[in-house]
């Protein structure tokens, strides 16, 4: 594959996982951390960057999408799949997507409720760029990376430059323990689930390019996670640094959102609005390609359902999810992408520890079931459904609970002890192969 396909997938990549919310997740964070910034976004970029990168650098190893779940019965590959492209497509990410693009792109400048429009013309617009199947790179990684990029690049220089003012203290949460709050908020992007998604198109476009050998595929989706991993941790950096000097004027700010439409109002005045405006909406929109994408390759692939009636009823769902509001679908597609994310990273280090072997099956039946307990608690927690007679013992003797990543121990111990086990069993049935053969 040549270097300017590399580049070009490597900004589609980078586009699609930057959603509105990667924009606006890290200017809180920065103004949390204050001071402390720096160590806190250390830990940040290790699991909100570190983990999708990883995730997508294995299943280009495995040079198909569906080989991370390949060794599973597969009713519970199917379910997986389906439970997956469903909470972060039409039933969760994309309407989130559309919701959030209108709410800062749109609404500021109206006081009429142009959501039910907004929406059409946003899925719509997401069905004609979905439908260039073949032309995809071009539109994304092309031409609307680089100006989303360009539009980020001047806000990030003008508030080095000049910033709002200068940094804080650290809030009590980043006193102490900046690098471990920010290895939490960072697992909290989800992302990890959103590179499983996307690895379908990634994979299947860098495979369209040339890349046809396993080694090849392997290579290329290497340098193309590195292109990925570097611009989103420029992105994170830069906003985060924005939190970190806007306490003039978002000291009371509750989300990043606000803080950054503050910031800009503050540094460009009514122009900086509308900058805000269209990064937010083309940050949402490749974020909607990129799923809507996703979802249709997979059920074409695995049902062979027709890719353009999947993308339609795909972005039908989003638009009428969408004028619901979001907090109805919430309490359904929430918990379900809280369970699966430890689930999906699970399965990425499983595939990336396990090798081939009569009860490969066995090893990732046993970590994903293992995992899926444990974060169900996660989950639980997460959405203050614990019962209060429950909370301090688990508090005392759950490790990572509070850090919602009481998955990860059970998870680890259960996939070593079942390769140890596999490991055994192997050298065991080797020897009495060569015992029947004598």
């Known amino acids: 594959m040549t270097k300017q396909n590399t580049l070009a997938i ?4 980078f586009a699609m996982f930057l959603g509105a919310g990667n924009i606006i997740f890290p200017p809180f964070l920065g103004l949390q951390a204050g001071t402390h910034y720096l160590p806190a976004m250390l830990g940040f970029l290790v699991t909100a960057v570190g983990l999708p990168a990883l995730t ?3 299943m280009g190893r495995l040079s198909h999408s569906q080989q991370l779940t390949a060794a599973l019965p597969k009713p519970m590959a199917t379910g997986f799949w389906v439970l997956l492209f469903t909470a972060i497509g039409p039933a969760f990410g994309m309407p989130r997507a559309v919701t959030v693009a209108y709410e800062m792109g749109i609404a500021p400048f109206t006081s009429n409720d142009l959501l039910m429009p907004f929406s059409l013309a946003f899925v719509v617009a997401t069905l004609l760029l979905t439908f260039q199947r073949g032309k995809l790179v071009d539109y994304i990684g092309k031409v609307m990376t680089p100006l989303l990029v360009l539009l980020l690049a001047v806000l990030a220089v003008t508030a080095f430059v000049s910033p709002v003012s200068p940094m804080t203290l650290p809030n009590a949460d980043y006193q102490q323990q900046a690098v471990t709050q920010g290895l939490i908020q960072g697992y909290m992007t989800m992302d990890a689930i959103a590179a499983v998604g996307f690895g379908w198109v990634i994979i299947k476009t860098i495979q369209d ?3 046809s050998s396993t080694n090849g595929l392997f290579a290329s989706t290497v340098k ?5 991993a ?3 941790s420029a ?3 830069a906003m985060a640094y924005v939190g970190a000097t806007s306490s003039a004027v978002a000291s009371e700010a509750t989300n990043g959102g606000e803080i950054l439409t503050r910031y800009v109002a503050e540094l460009f005045g009514i122009y900086g609005q509308y900058l805000l405006a269209v990064i937010i909406v083309m940050a949402c929109l490749t974020t909607t390609v990129g799923l809507t994408n996703a979802c249709a390759e997979y059920y074409q692939q695995t049902f062979n359902a027709p890719f ?3 993308a339609v009823i795909v972005c039908a769902l989003t638009g009428l999810l969408a004028n619901f509001g979001l907090d109805h679908i919430l309490k359904i597609s929430l918990p379900v992408i809280l369970v699966l994310c430890p689930v999906a990273i699970a399965l990425v280090i499983t595939a990336l520890m396990v090798k081939k072997s009569p009860y490969q099956r066995y090893i990732f039946v046993a970590t994903v079931s293992v995992t899926l ?3 169900t608690v996660d989950t639980l927690h997460i959405l203050g459904l614990i019962p209060a007679q429950w909370e301090a013992m688990l508090v005392d003797y759950m490790p990572l609970y509070t850090a919602h990543a009481s998955w990860f121990l059970p998870c680890l111990t259960t996939l070593l002890f079942s390769i140890l086990a596999n490991a055994s069993l192997s050298q065991r049935r080797k020897a009495a192969v060569s015992i029947s053969a004598k």
């Open 308 to 310: 353009s009636v999947t």
């Open 235 to 237: 992105c994170y950096l």
């Open 10 to 13: 490597g900004l589609m990549t």
């Open 209 to 211: 390019r040339g890349a």
């Open 373 to 375: 307990v444990f974060g």
């Open 56 to 58: 997508l650098i294995v």
């Open 230 to 232: 570097a611009l989103m």
């Open 224 to 228: 193309v996670t590195l292109i990925y």
